[in-house]
């Protein structure tokens, strides 16, 4: 079963992904899905789904070794690709088919998961890649939304320890965005500024939470974040779609993001975290009051019973001790 | 510091609760958290801070030993009692200062966290414990909200095995609730039905997941739950506020919610997890639009970037699969 089933009180959206007779998938230890040799190891390019694109050598074929950065669909679909998007009633509630696209990108052929095993080079490639999903991914109309993330360390929700990222195409906006954007609206018609402009004027301003600043880029530790060590990356110019981002743009952000991750490493010891990068919907791209980011969540403590109740986190790390140290930090 | 801060985006409060000079507290096991006696076993009483509130028999003094419910401060509040309510401007941001409550509900003698260690008599005693601790705190009118949680297990958060509540009163109303309400009143604007109570008689009618239903409650996987064997228990009636449970609500609501939390542990060999009372908020006790329950997640898969990123939840478990498993399971 795929479908896309509606909160009636909330409107949250929830994929039902279950396979008939596996309802018990969940209670098996992860161990058990790691047995076998690395599917995202040059060599085993057989073991995944058929590559949907890839960065590699001219004359070298799909589906060999050579390439640099490699996309190819998620063996374990959350969403299917094939169909038509259709809504129904059931009793009270709303449901749809689970249209969408989840594909993995494999971020090199190097097996190991730290920061350092790439380049600055091979970090702007894998942002390239991000760009040209997208801009593919956008094409299909069935589409309203396409989240880029990563997961890093089986605590954060990643199954396979060879450093990929994830996308999700879905056929509705996700909540989280859903409100983000009425936040950017609502704050846009009250003062006519983005609300993350007037956020990056003044974290530059301030100077007490930022971790590192380009030309281009702001990376800091927010006013206000859920998790210890929470950093958000964004343009310092007014930008609402990551697709259009240019070449020099993502240069310069590569070296941002790979040395904010980098100090988060080294300050933390390899914690496990996840990105995301949160860009303006597929039919509203260009606009003024949204500004696309990237949020990076370090996984540190657990998230307990009030904070699933409330969506009021208890943060015990401050923002501003936890940027002076990622400042502070010897790389 | 003990500090609200608003993110200006989403409107979301966090609370800021970090110890000068302990800026890497989350990066230490949690094993450590857990040397020496357990402070919630009988004749530690001296171990926690001096008791709030405990049934206990006539004649035996507070901070003593032969109580069978317990409720004292928690040792390490999120929030702190004194105080006044001040609020303020910093750059763009808002700030409140930290008041609010944060209570430990030891809900048993018995340090053995399984369900069955408490009778249904017992269970009865908790729920009414909660009830007390609600009346009791509304009072305050600095608060806004109580919500009253459970973490059971490591995972789950719990950083003690005995068995115990927690209680937070807050001074702004948390996110998730006013998100339900806001959903409850426009649903009730536009068909003057109260959600919560169309859901749980088409839950009843359905019948094809609910999982334990007495005259009174009603136990049900949702029809679009966010995680693995979720479960939602209401009053089949309509009753906005939780505080106002009579002795036979209560005694009825035990024998439910005990059932439900066995049948949990039997299915999935005790899980963790964690159990909410979601609640009108204190200044809008009596309506007809919200109706009080409580939402128990289990905690057997990590939640990843994608979820974090846009609330978009990916469930591989059918709920009407986990619901047919609860009611068939051996008690």
Chains 1, 2 share one sequence.
């Not at 990105?275 to 500004?291: A, F, G, I, V």
Request: hydrophobic residues 35%; negative net charge; glycine residues 6%.
């Amino acid at each position: 079963m795929r479908q896309l089933r509606k909160d009636p009180v909330v409107d949250r959206w929830v994929i039902i992904a279950s396979e008939r007779g596996r309802r018990l998938r969940m209670v098996r230890p992860p161990e058990e899905q790691e047995a076998g040799p690395c599917p995202f190891c040059p060599g085993n390019e057989d073991k995944t789904p058929p590559e949907i694109a890839a960065f590699r050598p001219p004359g070298t074929g799909p589906n060999t070794s050579g390439w640099w950065t490699r996309v190819v669909p998620n063996k374990f679909p959350a969403l299917q690709i094939e169909g038509d998007l259709d809504r129904a009633g059931e009793g009270v509630y709303d449901v749809m088919n689970g249209i969408g696209a989840h594909e993995v990108i494999i971020e090199c052929p190097q097996h190991d998961d730290r920061v350092q095993t790439v380049d600055e080079r091979q970090f702007g490639e894998i942002l390239w890649m991000y760009k040209e999903r997208y801009i593919d991914l956008k094409r299909d109309d069935r589409f309203r939304y396409i989240l880029i993330f990563k997961n890093r360390g089986r605590v954060a929700g990643a199954s396979l320890p060879h450093p990929h990222s994830q996308l999700i195409a879905t056929p509705v906006v996700p909540r989280r965005v859903v409100e983000e954007l009425r936040g950017a609206r609502t704050y846009f018609h009250l003062k006519e500024r983005c609300v993350f402009c007037d956020i990056a004027r003044e974290e530059i301003n301030y100077a007490g939470r930022t971790v590192v600043v380009s030309d281009g880029f702001v990376a800091f530790v927010p006013f206000a974040p859920r998790f210890p060590f929470e950093i958000w990356l964004m343009p310092r110019k007014h930008r609402s779609t990551f697709e259009r981002i240019t070449r020099d743009e993502v240069d310069d952000l590569a070296h941002v993001f790979r040395e904010t991750l980098l100090r988060l490493s080294r300050a933390l010891a390899e914690p496990p975290y996840n990105y995301m990068l949160h860009t303006s919907p597929c039919r509203e791209s260009d606009n003024e009051y949204y500004h696309w980011h990237i949020e990076i969540t370090p996984r540190l403590l657990e998230v307990t019973g009030f904070e699933w109740g409330t969506g009021f986190y208890v943060n015990p790390t401050a923002p501003e001790d936890a940027a002076s140290y990622l400042r502070e930090v010897e790389l």
